[in-house]
Structure formats: C-alpha cells, structure tokens
C-alpha cells in the first residue's frame, strides 16, 4: 500500500521560513518523480515544484522560483520543500504527489499526501 505523509506546515509571518517533508512508502521511491502542489481555498491546485526520480532535475513554478528548494533523499524515502521569503500569497494547502514521470499537470500523479496547511500572515 502506497503512503505519503506530509509534515512540517504551520503559520509564518511573511518573509519567514517552513521546510516541508513528504514522507513515502509501499514501492520503490527511487523509481518516482515526486511533485508538490498547492490549493487554496477557491482556487483550483496548482503545480508548485518537482523533482526527477533520481533527483538529477527539478522544476518550480514561476512565482516561487528562487525562494523554493525541492530536494529527495532516495535513501530516507523522503522528499523535501524548503520555502524561504514566504509571501501571503503562498498560503495554502501543500500536497506531495508521486509518478512514474516528471509532469507539471497534478491530474497525471498516482498518489497522494493528506496534505499540510501553510498559512502566511502580512
């Protein structure tokens, strides 16, 4: 049985820090790209970074390019996003998801986290 557990969400004023941990288990995570998303209330989910299966590639999304870091640790089974200069608009639920290729679109992720609520006040 396939598992992702998020972690590491909370209230931050903005231009602090959170890191995010997507913890992964039930099949080989080495052999997974692994993605983050976000929804806020209203709002449709959106692609927030992503990483290759090996970690050798990463691709963020434009508004959170040069604060975000995505990062994997194959041998912990474990995925990372670190999210520096927190801005209000950042607010929102943060999903980690897995598949077999790298996408940008959440609809072609096979698994997903229960998600960890990020709240940055102004």
């Known amino acids: 049985q396939v598992q992702l557990v998020e972690s590491g969400g909370g209230l931050v004023q903005a231009g602090g820090s959170l890191r995010l941990a997507c913890a992964a288990s039930?099949?080989?995570?080495?052999?997974?790209?692994m993605g983050w998303f976000r929804q806020a209330p209203g709002k449709e989910r959106e692609f927030v970074a992503a990483?290759?299966?090996?970690?050798?590639?990463?691709y963020y999304t434009d508004s959170v390019k040069g604060r975000f870091t995505i990062s994997r640790d194959n041998a912990k089974n474990m995925t990372c996003l670190q999210m520096n200069s927190l801005k209000p608009e950042d607010t929102a639920v943060y999903y980690c998801?897995?598949?077999?290729?790298?996408?940008?679109?959440?609809?072609?992720?096979?698994?997903w986290g229960q998600g960890t609520q990020v709240t940055v006040s102004s």
């Open positions: 998801a897995d598949r077999r290729y790298l996408s940008f679109d959440w609809r072609g992720y096979d698994y």
């Open positions: 039930g099949r080989t995570f080495s052999s997974y790209a």
């Open positions: 990483i290759s299966s090996s970690g050798g590639s990463t």
